[in-house]
């Protein structure tokens, strides 16, 4: 897993894609990241082939006016999805309503922001990175938990001797293919019944004991030799670790 998912981006320098026609505007946009002490590289373009050209780059994060007059935002947020499904996509315009705002979150946007508070686009760009890279973080972790699962069920069911899962009150979880073919049952089976029922019956109290001791941690592991009884009846002795 990467450790860098946890990286500030107070530590980085962030590439910000701008989509803006006009000059005043991105100086605005440009002074509202500096204000933020966000440490940035804000490379603005006008035109919607440049703007696919520089998705190329992949920038950590896209601003894009709401209200540009060459490009509608719906078709700004799809170029971004489609190259960078990952990346903020954070609006801006001068004047909105509710409405507006909710159907561009809702089609995929991280935000959309008055020009008269720009105050809220460095923030809005930091928690939406940082979300992403937990995101990202939280899948890394499910699959290395998939992969160790995959692992351990392989080398449950493949060893060369009997291993079997159990819980304290005797019943049984798993048992791996050696352990099944040396008692006679199919997993099934074993899983409807508990130890009791495959243990011999003079040896079913040294069980119980051991497993006193093991529960009040006076033991940490235990050995010992005792009859288990195959399923056509005929005892079977044992070494259980």
Not at 6 to 21: G, H, Q, S, V
Request: hydrophobic fraction near 45%; aromatic fraction near 6%; include cysteine.
């Amino acid at each position: 897993m990467d450790s860098g998912a946890f990286n500030n981006t107070a530590d980085r320098i962030l590439k910000i894609l701008l989509l803006e026609e006009g000059a005043e505007g991105a100086i605005q946009v440009e002074r509202a990241l500096t204000n933020a002490s966000l440490r940035h590289l804000l490379r603005c373009v006008k035109t919607e082939a440049a703007f696919r050209a520089e998705l190329a780059t992949q920038p950590h994060a896209v601003i894009a006016d709401y209200q540009t007059t060459t490009v509608p935002w719906q078709r700004v947020l799809q170029a971004s999805r489609e190259r960078l499904p990952d990346v903020p996509v954070v609006f801006i315009a001068g004047a909105f309503t509710e409405r507006q705002v909710s159907e561009v979150v809702a089609a995929g946007a991280t935000d959309l922001i008055s020009r008269q508070h720009l105050v809220r686009l460095a923030p809005a760009i930091r928690t939406a990175i940082r979300m992403t890279e937990l995101r990202r973080y939280a899948d890394d972790v499910q699959e290395q938990l998939a992969k160790s699962e995959s692992e351990f069920r392989s080398a449950f069911q493949n060893a060369a001797i009997g291993v079997a899962m159990t819980t304290l009150d005797g019943r049984w979880l798993t048992a791996n293919n050696t352990l099944c073919e040396f008692l006679g049952y199919t997993e099934a089976e074993l899983v409807a019944t508990d130890c009791n029922g495959v243990t011999h019956p003079d040896d079913i109290a040294g069980d119980v004991e051991l497993l006193k001791h093991l529960v009040a941690g006076h033991l940490t592991s235990t050995q010992r030799e005792k009859r288990y009884l195959h399923k056509a009846g005929h005892a079977l002795w044992a070494q259980v670790t």
